[in-house]
């Protein structure tokens, strides 16, 4: 035994059967929030046609958006440690038991969000801008979204759950459906279809409408899939004495 630890370069030679397996697991998260990314880029595109003043009014919720979802991306990742902690158990009663009870205290922690938020949107807004047009727009915008962070609670707690036991596709999957294939066709369609003399480039609403709709969709699929089970089936590849 040494005293000291002793770092050489053999030492950092990968082990393929390891570096494959974070592989498999990370880049799947990796190239989702690459296409969320994208994602953004082409719905904000459409934010910046509505004018100067949807744009300040996105800046300030996305601010508040940042800290309405900090609690639903903890119990994402506290979801992924708690289920890869009992897969590697071998405990999916665990695994099972805590996605119910995990996922009810997300849906409860964002609710009370969500009522704060529709109590006082104003004053929330006011934080970040004293001009009561841009207020007003902000906190009837993020009227819209505030009941999608509920939704967005499910989707993170269940998609953590699915991470956790080796499944780190599915989620991927999920994600890119609800934020490109039909947030951004949908976002645009409302935006065309509500043209008019008063509204050119359609209703700004479009925007969050179809994020809220996005996240709606994104909980009742990532539900059906977790409750169908075929994530468990990572669990069985990786070790056949799991379930």
């Known amino acids: 035994m040494t005293e000291h630890f002793d770092l050489k370069i ?14 498999s697991l990370g880049l799947p998260s990796g190239l989702t929030q690459g296409i969320l990314s994208v994602a953004m880029i082409i719905v904000q595109s459409l934010t910046n046609s509505f004018g100067e003043l949807l744009i300040a009014a996105n800046v300030i919720i996305m601010r ?5 979802m900090l609690p639903n991306f903890s119990f994402g990742t506290a979801m992924t440690t708690y289920a890869g902690q009992n897969v590697g158990a071998r405990k999916m009663d665990r ?31 006011g934080i970040f801008t004293e001009t009561a047009e841009l207020v007003e727009l902000s906190r009837r915008m993020m009227g819209i979204i505030a009941v999608g962070y509920i939704a967005v609670a499910i989707t993170q707690s269940l998609s953590g759950i699915m991470r956790g036991a080796g499944d780190t596709m599915t989620p991927m999957w999920i994600s890119v459906l609800t ?35 996005s ?21 069985v590849i990786q070790d056949k004495k799991v379930v």
């Open 95 to 125: 695994v099972i038991k805590g996605a119910k009870q995990g996922t009810l205290l997300a849906i409860i922690t964002s609710s009370t969000l969500t009522l704060l938020i529709l109590i006082f949107g104003k004053q929330l807004m």
């Open 64 to 68: 508040v958006d940042g800290f309405a």
């Open 179 to 213: 934020t490109v294939i039909i947030r951004v066709p949908i976002a645009y369609g409302i935006a065309y279809f509500t043209r008019s003399e008063a509204y050119p480039n359609g209703r700004q609403e479009a925007v969050f409408i179809s994020l809220l709709i």
């Open 215 to 235: 996240w709606i969709l994104g909980a009742v699929i990532t539900t059906l899939v977790y409750l169908r089970g075929k994530w468990k089936e990572r669990v």
């Open 10 to 23: 053999e030492y950092l030679k990968p082990v393929k059967e390891y570096a494959g397996k974070i592989i």
